[in-house]
């Protein structure tokens, strides 16, 4: 499978380019969903937690292949993939919600794969509060997260206006 591209324009071997492992047939997800099933007939969990903690900003953390421009494009409405460093120049903004909102996506695919082996066993992500620090340093929107997930776990030195902010965007959902 094609590895993530960085800012630098160098390959990251660790990630996978999210276009492709959201976009695509590919080997992952069924492998994903084998692993999730085998864990979970192994032991007995009482909740599954994603700790979500991925920059959507920086070098490592992030894929500016041109597929991933091409979808950012078609997404946000422009004529033509930006230049990977007119993302950052030009479209950071509208990129940190494309990144949120693929992360979303596969917080679903995690979601599916964990109900479809344990159907009663509520699947969760932890992350900052609902701030825009919280969607480019970790990659969380919680109003694009919410579908997802049947709990949402926040933290990080939250006043009561920003829980207040984090409960509304869950829309509901336990927090």
């Known amino acids: 499978m094609p590895p993530a591209v960085k800012k630098s ?6 990630q996978i ?3 492709i492992l959201l976009d695509t047939d590919n080997e992952f997800i ?7 099933a085998d864990r979970i ?5 009482d909740m599954i937690d994603w700790d979500h903690e991925f920059p959507v900003t920086y070098d490592g953390s992030i894929c500016l292949c041109d597929r991933c421009r ?8 422009l004529d033509a993939a930006p230049t990977a460093e007119a993302v950052f120049e ?3 903004d509208r990129w940190v919600d494309f990144r949120c909102l693929q992360n979303a996506r596969m917080a679903g695919l995690i979601r599916d794969a964990c109900k479809a082996a ?9 992350s900052g509060f609902a701030t825009d620090r919280t969607k480019w340093l970790y990659g969380v929107d919680w109003a694009m997260m919410k579908d997802s997930i049947d709990w ?6 939250g006043d009561g206006a920003t829980i207040q902010k984090t409960l509304s965007e869950l829309g509901g959902l336990p927090f």
């Open 9 to 14: 324009g160098g390959f990251d071997e660790a």
């Open 17 to 19: 380019c999210p276009t």
């Open 30 to 36: 069924p492998a994903m969903q084998k692993w999730f």
């Open 41 to 45: 007939r192994e032991n007995p969990y």
């Open 70 to 77: 091409t979808a950012f494009a078609e997404w946000a409405g």
């Open 90 to 92: 030009q479209h950071k």
């Open 118 to 126: 344990g159907p009663d066993i509520p699947f969760s992500v932890y």
């Open 152 to 157: 949402g776990i926040g933290g990080y030195n």
